[in-house]
């Protein structure tokens, strides 16, 4: 597999200032959620926390560039 949804995340997050959940995510960047999920343990630079996402305004698991 690919580096692509690696790139699409970092490149969102690093370009889109805020905390974003899986799904919005997913939707944004084209990107199937559950592979956001497989490959998020491996980004580096990046926090995942429980928190309110900036997109859906909904408390979640969300994202941000560290
Ligand atoms: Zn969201």
Known sequence: ????????????LKTHPGSVCISCLAKFIDVPANQ??????Q???????LG???????????MKSA
């Open 52 to 62: 309110l996402c900036s997109q859906c305004r909904r408390t979640q698991i969300v």
């Open 36 to 41: 956001i999920s497989m490959v998020r343990h």
């Open 1 to 12: 597999m690919a580096d692509w949804p690696r790139e699409l995340i970092m490149n969102y």
């Open 43 to 49: 980004l580096i630079g990046l926090e995942v926390e």
